[in-house]
């Protein structure tokens, strides 16, 4: 049976995976994240959902491996995971009343070949007025959700789903981390139908 290896640590993206039903490991890549010099945004999150599943080939020789990255960005500004929780105000008060957008991609890869596709799904998020999310508000977000292993703060399988306006997306699952849409279809591509 073809072994599937998810190559990231992320809660988020384990708990998308599972959705499927079908058997997977879940491991670490060690991959360096920081972007390039005048990287653009969607090549950033391309190249490192590439490296991350890449970077399981010798450890999975014969599995397929799944990477996948996100990369916001708010006002020309990209906005990493914040680490703290000022970090995680900032960024939330830096997005207020703005569009961010959330690029995600995906990376399927097959070491046995070299086989590889990638997709990249792009989530336009709204986010509620500055009157509408004051300082106060935003930190009372912060401290219920600790959203500090998210890319801009936005947890949006949580709580953070009422700091936004409105979302537009091809792929809800792109927003949290790990589009499925776009996965199951590589995956059906490559002869590995969850409902075969």
């Given amino acids: 049976m073809t072994q599937l290896v998810l190559a990231s640590s992320s809660p988020y993206r384990r708990a998308l995976l599972e959705r499927l039903g079908l058997p997977f490991v879940q491991a670490k890549p060690a991959v360096d994240e920081t972007p390039l010099p005048q990287e653009a945004p ?32 708010c006002k020309g500004r990209i906005l990493g995971k914040p680490g703290s929780a000022p970090a995680a105000l900032a960024q939330l008060q830096w997005q207020r009343g ?37 300082d106060e508000r935003l930190a009372r977000y912060v401290a219920l959700e600790n959203p500090l292993d998210c890319a801009g703060a936005a947890k949006s399988e949580g709580l953070g789903t009422v700091l936004l306006a409105k979302t537009i997306t091809p792929d809800s699952t792109a927003l949290v981390g790990l589009p499925m849409v776009a996965l199951t279809g590589m995956l059906r591509g490559w002869g590995l139908d969850p409902l075969g």
């Fill in 42 to 73: 969607l090549a950033l999150c391309l190249r490192l959902a590439r490296e991350k599943a890449k970077a399981l080939a010798d450890q999975y020789p014969t599995a397929w491996l799944i990477g996948s990255d996100q990369v916001a960005v």
């Fill in 98 to 134: 703005s569009v961010t957008l959330f690029h995600t991609a995906v990376c399927l890869y097959r070491p046995t070949d070299g086989a590889e596709q990638t997709q990249i799904v792009t989530t336009e998020v709204h986010w509620l007025s500055v009157e509408e999310l004051s």
